[in-house]
């Protein structure tokens, strides 16, 4: 038998994009619904060559569904999750209302999928930050072969991060720009287009935001306490995919070969590192991929046992949905999820 899934803020990038990839990747769901707030009640939206109309999540029967991969904000989980979790259905959450409670696994699959064990103690399973997810995936199989003590890394994200609002802030800007029209700041703190913001998220005591302190959090959460990581998230005027560069220093010597021909064979993630113009990936070329690409494999010689590499995934895909249908994949295949 199948599984009984519902997509809670199907109207959003995330939601459309989880509903495009549970169709892809095949899926074993005997039921989707998709699930939104009142005044997006009855909009439709694509799963493969089918039409969804939205359902009123107020009046939805959770007890109906075993899984619900809800993407619609950390408040909104907050208020729904303990609710849903309560009919008897697992959630997996996109935003980072979960992310450090203690009984609720954060997880990359290609990291560490055997956390998923511990959904039985909340019935819910954390979805970790975009960028936060393509640097596990790439840092991992270093991390097991020569163990890292320290990251430092800066970040390219793009505008799709922060939602339709921030795409839409993009578009209009650079089309009024070109036309001298103003680009007044909505979504974002300053101008957008062909401008760098060096700042995601609200800013904290010491300094740094709070998406660079979940960087650093979740890090130690999925991947290791101890590793010692730093982080500066810019916004760029790049509609989808993230980049990072991630400067490491490592316990144990690798050289850039290994470390090339260890990532090439490590799950989630593909190589182009070519010493030439053009050898290398892009957000651009990352759009609509399944992989984290790693580029740029270089020895830092200013640390002892230093590797640097670039790292771009597609944010809507890697960086949230597909991240969050390989956790329903990772459940499925333990038996965690309830049978119709």
């Known amino acids: 038998m199948g599984v009984r899934?519902?997509?809670?803020?199907?109207?959003?990038a995330v939601g459309k994009e989880m509903l495009t990839i549970l169709e892809e990747r095949l899926f074993p769901a005997d039921?989707?619904?998709?699930?939104?707030s009142r005044k997006s009640m009855g909009k439709e939206v694509s799963y493969?060559?089918?039409t969804l109309k939205c359902v009123n999540v107020d009046t939805f029967d959770f007890s109906t569904v075993d899984l619900v991969l809800m993407s619609a904000g950390?408040?909104?989980s907050k208020e729904w999750t303990p609710k849903i979790t309560k009919a008897g259905a697992i959630v997996v959450d996109n935003s980072s209302a979960w992310r450090m409670d203690p009984d609720v696994p954060l997880v990359v699959p290609e990291v560490n999928p055997e956390a998923l064990?511990?959904?039985t103690k909340k019935r819910i399973v954390a979805n970790p930050n975009c960028s936060t997810i393509q640097l596990m995936v790439a840092l991992k199989p270093?991390?097991?072969?020569?163990?890292i003590l320290k990251v430092n890394c800066a970040t390219y994200?793009?505008?799709?991060?922060?939602?339709?609002?921030?795409?839409?802030?993009?578009?209009t800007q650079t089309k009024g720009i070109f036309v001298n029209d103003h680009a007044d700041p909505v979504a974002f703190t300053k101008q957008i287009a062909f401008n760098v913001i060096p700042h995601i998220d609200v800013f904290m005591e010491d300094g740094s935001t709070k998406e660079e302190w979940k960087m650093v959090m979740e890090t130690k959460k999925i991947l290791d306490p101890k590793i010692k990581l730093f982080a500066t998230c810019a916004r760029v005027p790049v509609f989808v995919g993230h980049s990072i560069a991630a400067h490491i220093e490592l316990e144990n010597p690798l050289s850039a070969k290994e470390a090339r021909a260890l990532l090439r064979e490590s799950p989630g993630l593909m190589v182009i590192d070519k010493h030439e113009d053009?050898?290398?990936?892009?957000?651009?070329?990352?759009?609509?991929?399944?992989?984290?690409?790693?580029?740029?494999?270089r020895e830092d010689p200013t640390v002892e046992n230093g590797l640097a590499l670039w790292i771009v995934a597609d944010n809507l895909r890697k960086g949230a949905a597909l991240n969050a249908v390989q956790i329903a994949e990772g459940l499925n295949n333990r038996g965690l999820l309830k049978r119709s």
């Open 117 to 119: 064990d511990g959904v």
């Open 74 to 76: 950390g408040d909104v």
């Open 48 to 50: 493969g060559d089918r």
């Open 31 to 36: 039921a989707i619904h998709v699930l939104a």
């Open 278 to 297: 053009g050898g290398y990936m892009t957000p651009v070329e990352s759009v609509g991929e399944f992989a984290t690409f790693v580029s740029r494999i």
């Open 142 to 147: 270093l991390h097991d072969r020569a163990k």
């Open 157 to 171: 994200q793009s505008v799709s991060g922060a939602g339709q609002a921030g795409m839409d802030e993009l578009w």
């Open 5 to 12: 899934v519902a997509v809670f803020g199907a109207t959003g």
